[in-house]
């Protein structure tokens, strides 16, 4: 199986994340999409490996999954920390950051 | 021979500085012997350095003495040097001389003052810096003196600090002062430019060789040391100074504003005789800057009721006959009159001092009358003086300046209108000396005199400021709580007495077909002129000059007698009658109000215009808030990209990764 | 003999540095000692120079960064001397200041006076471009946390305001170092060199050397600072605590003028030509306008403070007059400002301690009567400032003024009222502040024995100098006078 269909899949899940982030508005579920775009990544590096033929890829594969668990229990920390200071759980109404 | 110089000047800066450092370790009356020793000192000096001339032969009698590199670098060669020449030598007599007595007289005058000691430590500094200016060997000298005897005329006439005429008066002085001070190094400069040295002998020399007869450069530089010393000597249009500077005490007016600091200009034109030869344009506007600040100086004087005006106006006057005569080469005359003026004019301000105390520290002359029987000795001294001044024979005044009346005379061209500007003058020295003296010593005694008959000087409860009537400030010492008057002091009486012999009596040093004496002294001086030694009248015209100078004085004491003496209120009458003249000269020409209006008024606008419009307008308004705004709108417009929307900054990446990305494809290919 | 620069350089932050870990009651002394050490270098630095040999003495010169061709080199010559030996001198006189009044947070003070003494020396020293540039950037530092830490009740805005005001002209003064460099490297050939010396000897393209020079010389008048760039003025100097503000109006502002000298006349001779007549005009509207102004104000820091921007455009304009005399006029007047100035500000604080801490003229008045020594010394160092004759800034002034009359003559005539105006404005303010009657609230003594510490060696240095300008003119002719001047050789040698 050529290495087309794989990143054909990994260009669908990347997307369907994108737009997942660019259309929610719940933490929660932006970073589930953030994941998604993550193991797209993922997705596309081992079959580039296995393509290529060497193991760099699925290293940097498991590097990936690695920092996406660390990223994950940021944020969900910081999802958690929110809702215990009864903030909304609303990624547009958090908007210190405006300048 | 130097080394006279060098220790004519140590004496005083010496006497300035010990009581300086000893002012709070020494009793002040030991400050008034040591302030008195020091210039007695520099006298002594200078006579012997005079003797020492004298030895040598005449035409080596010009010495240099060089003291340090005082600012020699890239073609400037400004050292320290001393000029002893006759001239210079001339003038120190006179300075140190009146100098003398005037601190013999202060000693008492001041005696109950708070501020005695720092009198001394000014007036010492004062003949310190005039001493440099009659001995400065280079322009650059010259300048350091001229200026340091502006800034001791600052100090002593806002010596009395508390107030506010006084320290306004001072500032008046000294910026007009400075306005001098520019006109003579601007002057400087054009000279040096072409002569490339600032030595007064080597100047001197080269003048003739560098210039042509009134060369452009030369006449500009010669006009500009004229505004030098016509702000020092007081002259048209930059005079004003001096009737204000009369709020210095009255020792002060007698030395600095009488007998030398305003006679400066007259050294520095006969000094530089070599110049304004060459340049006779410039000295010609000398010459008649001369005679209208004589005749104006005199028609106010006939208007103004404070005593101390009077003669200050008269010593305008007087110095308008110098500067007249210096710019029309009449040397010896102008010199000769200078030292006759000191004398006299000295010994009127200190009569006038001791006036002015018996009246309990007024000046105005409407309050005073009727001294005579009060104030013999002072009165005495007033007339000697009020004779010197108007030119009566035998006294000194007539020779001086009837000498430079006939030499006027001589010169021929316009000179002549001076000369008879110079009678005319003459005739009103008359008129208001004598209606000073009539005034304030003859009628009917004031309160104040009828209670000096009766052996008791009176006192005012309240100390008030003369020139405004406003109460003193209680705790000041100065002036102080007691009045000196000539009578009771054997110090004052000295000096006017000494200043008085000499008023009647310096008249022999020149007398026409006589003696010749200043004239004789001062040839080696002026060998090199090309009119000292053809400027001489016969005998016989000199002597018809004095017997019109004379008439032409006993006319003005005779009006002055008819209408303050015998029908008292005619003067009242000829005021009302001339009363547009009488306001205009009592406004004093209105030259404080011209010069108000042509330089005070736009400066101050100028400077309000800077702080008020330009600085708000221009510098913070364009210049800060149009850059801070420029700033301010950029950074709007790039802070609307800042929404704090997550989500559209996630957009804003995904759209420009797209983009990298797609740029990329499309140049690849 | 030998003195190594670096060691003068570097004393007083050495000092500082010990004071810093030493006990809080030492800071004081060891400041002091620290710039006590660099003046006694500088002391015999005067005396050891050798005015009959032209050139710089006592060099250090090391590699520091090799691959941009950057020397750690310092240098003394007749333009530096002096102003190396005012800095010392001056930073000394503060040291004694903050002694009989100490300052909140002594410590922190001393290190902050410490890098700026460093830097200002380092300015004066430094024969390297990019030294020159760190070392000019690195003055602004300690005085922004002096303004920041110990400055007036609007510091922060203020603070603000000179930093982007200072800064703008030192980016743009960086810029155009390293395009100086750069371009020169191009046009010689050679490999890049940041020594003045290499770049001198470089002739650049004219349209080049007028945007290098309109670089160099935005940052220094913004310094000075120069007529129009003075925004920043007279807000930091109502702000800045008193001796801080002292040491800048008298020291900092003298940098900007020696760069002048330094950098900017052997660099770009063309554009200096070019840019004579502007900089004169902008130099005679400096002094008519700076003392317009002093006469106008009724702060007395503020007088000061415009008195100096007049002060600073007559050493200007003896700079491009572009002769001989008004260089050395500028360079001895650069000298007498700095040190007229510090005592004046001293003198500030005295009448304000004395009038319940009112800076203002309307409020002082009458301290001569209570205070005769402090009117004394007073009145010296105003009619130092008004440059009587007999004066060493009177000196000064003379040969600028000669420099400019030859020059052009109509300026110098223009020059002259700023002459006349700075006796009124200094008279006023002595008259205001010493005579007339007593202010409102104008109460207690004369000098005590700790304040003279401060104001008589500056009162007694203000007399020798003035009795002998000399010893400066004839170091400084090192320097300017001659054939082979190091600062206008290569303006005369441009057609």
Not at chain 1, 55 to 64: L, M, R
Not at chain 2, 22 to 38: D, F, M
Not at chain 2, 441 to 453: K, R, T, Y
Not at chain 2, 535 to 554: D, K
């Amino acid at each position: 199986m050529s290495t087309t269909w794989y990143l054909l899949v990994s260009a669908v899940v990347f997307c369907i994340g994108a737009g997942g982030i660019l259309v929610r508005r719940s933490p929660l579920v932006i970073l589930l999409c953030l994941e998604l775009m993550l193991n797209a990544a993922n997705l596309a590096l081992v079959a580039f490996s296995r393509a290529n033929g060497n193991q760099d890829g699925q290293i940097f594969a498991v590097i990936v999954m690695v920092v996406a668990a660390c990223e994950v229990a940021v944020g969900l920390g910081l999802i958690v920390a929110i809702y215990r200071r009864k903030l909304p759980v609303d990624v547009d109404e958090l908007r210190e950051l405006q300048g | 021979m130097s080394q006279y110089g060098w220790l004519i000047l140590g004496f005083p800066l010496a006497g300035t500085v010990l009581i300086a450092l000893t002012w709070k370790r020494l009793p002040a009356r030991a400050h008034g012997v040591i302030g008195t020793a020091a210039i007695a000192g520099a006298f002594v000096c200078s006579v012997l350095a005079l003797l020492k001339l004298q030895s040598l032969p005449s035409d080596q009698r010009q010495v240099v003495a060089v003291g340090w590199d005082y600012a020699k670098s890239v073609g400037v060669d400004a050292e320290l040097t001393l000029l002893l020449d006759p001239l210079s030598i001339f003038m120190c007599l006179v300075v140190a001389g009146v100098s003398t007595l005037i601190h013999l007289y202060s000693t008492a005058y001041m005696a109950s003052d708070e501020g005695f000691s720092r009198f001394f430590a000014y007036l010492n500094f004062f003949v310190f810096s005039m001493l440099l200016l009659v001995l400065a060997g280079n322009f650059l000298v010259l300048i350091v003196g001229w200026a340091f005897v502006g800034a001791a005329s600052y100090l002593l006439i806002s010596f009395y600090f508390r107030r506010t005429t006084a320290t306004k008066a001072g500032i008046k002085a000294f910026v007009i002062n400075v306005v001098g001070d520019v006109g003579l190094v601007l002057g400087t400069y054009f000279l040096f430019k072409h002569l490339h040295t600032l030595d007064f002998v080597k100047a001197f020399e080269r003048t003739n060789e560098t210039f042509t007869r009134n060369d452009g450069d030369l006449v500009a530089g010669c006009l500009l040391l004229l505004v030098g010393a016509f702000a020092k000597s007081a002259q048209v249009p930059l005079h004003t100074w001096l009737p204000d500077a009369m709020e210095g005490p009255t020792p002060v007016s007698a030395l600095i504003h009488a007998a030398t600091m305003v006679t400066a200009g007259v050294y520095l034109i006969a000094r530089m005789y070599p110049l304004f030869e060459q340049a006779p344009a410039a000295a010609d506007v000398g010459a008649v800057i001369g005679a209208a600040t004589l005749l104006i100086a005199a028609t106010i004087a006939l208007v103004v009721t404070d005593l101390k005006r009077v003669i200050a106006y008269s010593t305008m006057s007087q110095i308008g006959y110098m500067i007249m005569a210096v710019s029309s080469a009449a040397y010896a005359a102008g010199l000769f009159h200078l030292l006759t003026h000191a004398f006299f004019k000295a010994l009127l301000f200190m009569a006038a001092g001791s006036v002015i105390s018996a009246m309990g520290g007024l000046q105005d002359l409407d309050k005073m009358g009727g001294f005579r029987k009060a104030l013999p000795f002072t009165y005495g001294c007033m007339v000697v003086g009020g004779l010197a001044l108007a030119g009566v024979p035998p006294f000194s005044g007539l020779f001086s300046k009837d000498e430079i009346i006939a030499l006027e005379f001589e010169r021929g061209g316009f000179h002549a209108v001076l000369g008879v500007i110079g009678y005319l003058g003459s005739f009103l020295t008359g008129v208001y000396t004598f209606r000073m003296i009539f005034r304030a010593f003859h009628n009917d005694p004031v309160p104040e005199a009828a209670e000096l008959i009766r052996g008791h000087l009176a006192h005012h409860e309240v100390p008030v400021n003369p020139a405004t009537g406003e109460e003193e400030d209680s705790e000041v010492g100065f002036p102080g709580p007691e009045h000196h008057i000539a009578e009771r002091e054997p110090a004052m009486k000295v000096a006017m007495g000494a200043l008085a012999v000499g008023a009647i009596g310096l008249g022999v040093l020149q007398v026409p077909g006589v003696t010749r004496v200043v004239h004789t002294f001062l040839e080696p001086t002026f060998a090199d002129s090309r009119y000292y030694a053809e400027l001489e009248p016969s005998t016989g015209s000199s002597w018809i000059g004095l017997a019109v100078g004379t008439v032409m004085a006993l006319a003005g004491i005779a009006l002055a007698y008819r209408l303050w003496v015998k029908d008292r209120r005619a003067p009242a009458l000829i005021r009302a009658r001339l009363a547009p003249v009488h306001a205009f000269l009592a406004n004093k020409w209105y030259f404080d109000e011209l010069i108000d209006l042509v330089v005070v008024r736009p400066s101050a606008w100028f400077g309000r215009f800077a702080a008020n419009t330009f600085e708000r307008l221009v510098v913070n308004g364009v210049l800060v808030d149009g850059t801070s705004g420029v700033v301010r709108a950029g950074s709007a417009a790039v802070r609307a990209i800042q929404s704090g929307f997550l989500r559209a900054y996630a957009a804003l990446l995904l759209g420009g990764l797209t983009a990298v990305a797609l740029y990329f494809l499309i140049s690849a290919q | 003999m030998t003195i190594h620069l670096a060691l003068l350089l570097f004393a007083p932050l050495v000092f500082a540095l010990i004071g810093a870990v030493a006990p809080p009651r030492a800071t004081a002394p060891l400041a002091l000692a620290g710039a006590v050490v660099a003046l006694a270098f500088a002391v015999a630095l005067v005396l050891d120079f050798d005015h009959t040999q032209r050139g710089l003495q006592y060099l250090t010169d090391d590699e520091w960064i090799p691959a941009l061709g950057i020397h750690f080199k310092l240098g003394v010559d007749g333009l530096n001397l002096w102003l190396v030996g005012l800095t010392t001198l001056l930073f000394a006189a503060t040291a004694v200041w903050t002694l009989v009044r100490p300052q909140e947070r002594p410590r922190a003070w001393a290190f902050h006076m410490a890098v700026a003494e460093t830097a200002v020396l380092g300015a004066f020293l430094a024969q390297d471009l990019a030294l020159f540039v760190f070392f000019f950037d690195l003055m602004l530092v300690p005085f922004a946390f002096l303004l920041l830490g110990w400055g007036g009740p609007d510091r922060r805005p203020v603070t603000l305001k000179l930093m982007i005001y200072t800064l703008v002209g030192s980016l743009l003064m960086l810029a155009a170092a390293v395009a100086t460099a750069t371009l020169t490297a191009q046009a010689s050939g050679g490999s890049i060199t940041f020594v003045l010396a290499d770049l001198a000897k470089v002739h650049l393209g004219q349209g080049t050397q007028r945007l290098l020079f309109a670089g160099f010389a935005l940052a220094f008048l913004i310094k000075m600072p120069g007529l129009l760039v003075h925004g920043w003025m007279p807000d930091a100097y109502r702000q800045m605590p008193m001796p801080a503000i002292a040491v800048f109006s008298a020291v900092l502002s003298k940098v900007a003028a020696y760069g002048f000298l330094r950098i900017v006349l052997p660099l770009f001779p063309d554009a200096t030509l070019d840019f004579q007549l502007v900089l004169m005009l902008l130099s005679v509207g400096g002094i008519v306008y700076g003392s317009a102004m002093a006469f106008t104000q009724t702060n007395l820091r503020l007088i000061l403070g415009y008195s100096s921007l007049a002060q600073l455009a007559f050493i200007t304009l003896g700079i491009f007059s572009l002769r001989p005399e008004g260089v050395q006029g500028s360079i001895l007047q650069a000298v007498n400002h700095g040190l007229v100035v510090l005592p004046f500000f001293f003198i500030v604080l005295l009448a304000s301690e004395r009038a319940g801490g009112s800076e203002d003229i309307r409020d002082l008045g009458g301290l001569a009567f209570r205070g005769p020594v402090i009117a004394t010394l007073a009145l010296i160092v105003a009619f130092a400032t008004l440059a009587i004759p007999g004066s060493a800034n009177f000196a000064g002034e003379f040969f600028i003024l000669l420099g400019a009359f030859k020059a052009y003559v109509a300026l110098a005539c223009l020059a002259f009222t700023g002459v006349v105006l700075a006796s009124v404005y200094v008279l006023r303010a002595y008259i205001r502040t010493f005579h007339n009657r007593a202010g409102p609230r104008v109460e207690g003594g004369d000098l005590t024995g700790r304040d003279r510490l401060v104001l008589v060696p500056l009162v007694l240095a203000i007399l020798a100098f003035g009795l002998y300008p000399q010893a400066a003119l004839r170091d400084g002719e090192q320097a300017v006078g001659g054939a082979s001047s190091a600062v206008l050789t290569g303006v005369r040698s441009v057609p």
